[in-house]
């Protein structure tokens, strides 16, 4: 049995998906049932879209979706992967839904794009941004929030993203980012300092997953309550809270919440390495999940990854193998 892990934004890339399109007749169908769903080419966007292009909210969600979709179907349907739960990390979330059988493709392919138009207009480009934090402690990054907020002037700035162990991602207020990076004195901030701390900048287009998606989300509430949310084929752990769900109106509930709260992504995992689910398949594009569950326990898990047909063929093999 695996355990489908499903990534988000920061993964996507030229050419995403092109050789399940190439390879997989249900890959083939489940690009004609996306872009019909959008009224938009998606193969041109994910095989010839630049950079720039995929980069665009709107864009990276629906095309995130997409390629993760025909990525477990592939597994699911040529190879008879087996499936005992999923996570999603934050837009990663709904493909985990839609393969648990909770939401259907099309209807899930329109509501991310809506997210996506929703996450980008809620703030004006330039009033908002995202900071990773590498070698804080997760009640370091909450501390290091609030000295921000208290003597800037500025909010809101709060945690967004628990990746690993050693790197926090934070959201919020550009000013206070700003403030923050002129002033970040890790010996003045804190009693205990950490040994090194660092800040990097992302290139995001919006704060995402902090109170200032609170719009985004009002309009999710909308868009989600006015879908069907069925009970899940497996279960979930949900980035809202990291606790494993099946209802379909929990489900709905955790996702509407997630676009303006943090992605408990290191405490997701935790919950699957206490209940021994160790055998991990990226469904989707690049390696980011591969890497941050290396670093949360890469003893433990087994991430495969899935962004060519050789890693395919290697999961296939590993199957095989397996059940002799």
Same mark, same amino acid.
Do not use: W
């Given at each position: 049995?695996?355990?489908?892990?499903?990534?988000?934004?920061?993964?996507?890339?030229?050419?995403?998906?092109?050789?399940?399109?190439?390879?997989?007749? %249900?890959?083939?169908?489940? &690009?004609?049932?996306? *872009?019909? @769903?959008?009224?938009?080419?998606?193969?041109?966007?994910?095989?010839? $879209?630049?950079?720039a292009e995929l980069a665009l909210t709107e864009n990276t969600q629906p095309a995130l979706l997409l390629v993760s979709t025909a990525t477990?179907?592939?597994?699911?349907k040529e190879f008879s992967v087996k499936v005992e739960a999923a996570a999603g990390h934050s837009i990663g979330e709904y493909a985990a839904l839609v393969a648990a059988n909770v939401i259907r493709f099309d209807e899930a392919m329109r509501a991310v794009r809506t997210r996506g138009q929703a996450m980008q207009s809620a703030v004006p480009v330039g009033q908002g941004g995202m900071v990773a934090l590498l070698g804080l402690?997760?009640?370091?990054?909450?501390?290091?929030?609030?000295?921000? %907020?208290?003597?800037?002037? &500025?909010?809101?700035? *709060?945690? @967004?993203?628990?990746?690993?162990?050693?790197?926090?991602?934070?959201? $919020?207020?550009?000013?206070?980012?700003d403030w923050l990076k002129d002033n970040f004195k890790p010996e003045v901030i804190f009693t205990e300092a950490p040994?090194?701390?660092?800040?990097?900048?992302?290139?995001?287009?919006?704060?995402?997953?902090?109170?200032?998606?609170?719009?985004?989300e009002e309009k999710m509430r909308q868009v989600l309550t006015a879908m069907e949310f069925n009970k899940a084929d497996f279960?979930?752990?949900?980035?809202?809270?990291?606790?494993?769900?099946?209802?379909?109106?929990?489900?709905?509930?955790?996702?509407?919440r997630q676009v303006s709260a943090p992605v408990r992504w290191t405490q997701s995992m935790e919950v699957l390495k206490s209940l021994g689910h160790k055998n991990m398949i990226e469904c989707g594009a690049g390696k980011v999940l591969q890497g941050l569950l290396?670093?949360?326990?890469?003893?433990?898990?087994?991430?495969?990854?899935?962004?060519?047909?050789?890693?395919?063929?290697?999961?296939?093999?590993?199957?095989?193998?397996s059940s002799h």
């Open positions: 049995m695996s355990t489908l892990i499903f990534p988000g934004q920061g993964s996507q890339q030229p050419g995403m998906g092109r050789f399940l399109f190439e390879n997989f007749k %249900v890959a083939q169908e489940t &690009f004609e049932e996306g *872009s019909e @769903a959008l009224k938009q080419d998606m193969k041109k966007l994910c095989f010839e $879209g630049t950079e477990q179907r592939v597994l699911r402690e997760p009640d370091q990054a909450q501390i290091l929030c609030e000295y921000a %907020v208290k003597n800037s002037g &500025f909010g809101p700035l *709060s945690p @967004a993203n628990f990746n690993c162990p050693g790197q926090i991602v934070i959201s $919020g207020s550009q000013k206070a980012i040994r090194r701390a660092k800040m990097i900048p992302l290139q995001v287009s919006a704060p995402f997953h902090c109170e200032m998606m609170k719009p985004a279960p979930i752990v949900q980035n809202f809270h990291a606790k494993m769900e099946s209802e379909g109106s929990v489900l709905r509930e955790n996702l509407i290396k670093k949360i326990d890469g003893e433990f898990f087994q991430v495969a990854t899935t962004t060519t047909l050789e890693d395919i063929k290697n999961i296939e093999e590993s199957l095989k193998a």
